[in-house]
């Protein structure tokens, strides 16, 4: 493939990406009636205080995809390929909607690594199915266990990362990699208006204009963090 064949391919429309995205968004819409079963659990943990993640364990939510929307995809796609990344972290991989439009950017960008983690060895287990099947599973790691210790070895410099995962992680997984973020990096932290309290620390730290970045909330679907890493 020629350099400019590379510049005006897009995988998001080969059509083995195509149908494994088409297929895993029609399975994610039935996420509420999923979230169903929780209901009891959650009520009972609201009333005695307890955290989101305190209520909530990636056990008990082994079965919800709680993807991005295809606009975010999109936009996801659309933001690595503008910053031409080819080295990439997502904390969250879940069931691998997001991966796959990441993985497509890398490939499209002339090859590279997006690395994932999940916690729950079952979703990590179809994430990989979903990638080998969408062709794009050379151009992904995706690693078990916690991140704070997955993601600590992890290469400079990267290009781009991606936060939807545990809301309360948010902050320390950006300490922990923003010594290898480039300048000109990008950081997306999801579901910002979905968790406004509990990810009030996390956009105070990257809007305050002392940490090495700047900062804005964009309101796409559940809301999207867009930081810039200057410093």
Not at 74 to 80: D, E
Not at 162 to 182: I, M, Q, S, V
Not at 211 to 223: A, H, M, V
Request: with cysteine.
């Amino acid at each position: 493939m020629t350099e400019i064949e590379r510049n005006q391919r897009c995988s998001l429309r080969d059509p083995r990406v195509r149908a494994v995205l088409d297929r895993l968004h029609r399975e994610a819409r039935w996420d509420p009636l999923r979230f169903l079963h929780l209901v009891p659990r959650a009520t009972l943990g609201l009333l005695r205080r307890k955290t989101f993640a305190e209520i909530i364990s990636p056990a008990a939510m082994r079965s919800c995809y709680i993807p991005v929307s295809r606009d975010q995809g999109r936009f996801l796609y659309l933001t690595a390929r503008a910053v031409e990344a080819k080295r990439v972290v997502e904390f969250g991989t879940s069931f691998g909607i997001s991966t796959i439009y990441l993985a497509a950017t890398v490939r499209d960008n002339g090859g590279g690594i997006v690395i994932g983690t999940e916690l729950e060895p079952s979703k990590r287990e179809r994430a990989v199915a979903h990638l080998e099947e969408a062709g794009l599973g050379e151009v992904v790691e995706v690693r078990l266990g916690d991140a704070l210790e997955t993601l600590k070895e992890v290469p400079a410099p990267l290009d781009l990362l991606f936060l939807d995962g545990w809301k309360d992680l948010y902050l320390p997984l950006l300490e922990l990699l923003a010594p290898r973020l480039r300048p000109g990096a990008v950081v997306l932290g999801d579901d910002i208006l979905t968790f406004r309290k509990s990810l009030r620390p996390y956009v105070d730290y990257v809007q305050s204009g002392e940490k090495g970045f700047e900062s804005t909330t964009l309101r796409i679907s559940d809301g999207i963090e867009y930081s810039l890493r200057v410093g």
